[in-house]
Nanobody
């Protein structure tokens, strides 16, 4: 069992930056791939990025590639999402997710989810 809690969301102007954190409770955190998804009002949950267990492989959605960076600090049971050059299209609730045996963009294959943290980007 893995419990995930996101934090770090807020209101930022276009062009600004935010760093999201996902804290995991449980000693098995390092055995999971960790991903970030986002969901805007009226939209389906969208893949953002993922990092594998050993933190040597990452993948990004085209819409965030070059602007967002995922990293993990397993000793602190935390995964991060650094978001730079934010634009209004990035406005969404951002969710941290964990997968025990999947590396990909399909949210149905993730095993655990956090509650989400709101990111709002204004013009």
């Amino acid at each position: 069992q893995v419990q995930l809690v996101e934090s770090g969301g807020g209101l930022v102007q276009a062009g600004g930056s935010l760093r999201l954190s996902c804290a995991a409770a449980g000693r098995t955190f390092s055995s999971y791939a960790m991903g970030w998804f986002r969901q805007a009002p009226g939209k389906e949950r969208e893949f953002v990025t993922i990092i594998n267990r050993s933190a040597d492989t990452t993948a990004y959605a085209d819409s965030v590639k070059g602007r967002f960076t995922i990293s993990r600090g397993n000793a602190q049971n935390t995964v991060y999402l650094q978001m730079n050059r934010l634009n209004p299209e990035d406005t969404a609730v951002y969710y941290c997710a964990a997968s025990r045996g999947y590396m990909g963009s399909n949210p149905f294959n993730y095993d655990y989810w956090g509650q989400g943290t709101q990111v709002t980007v204004s013009s």
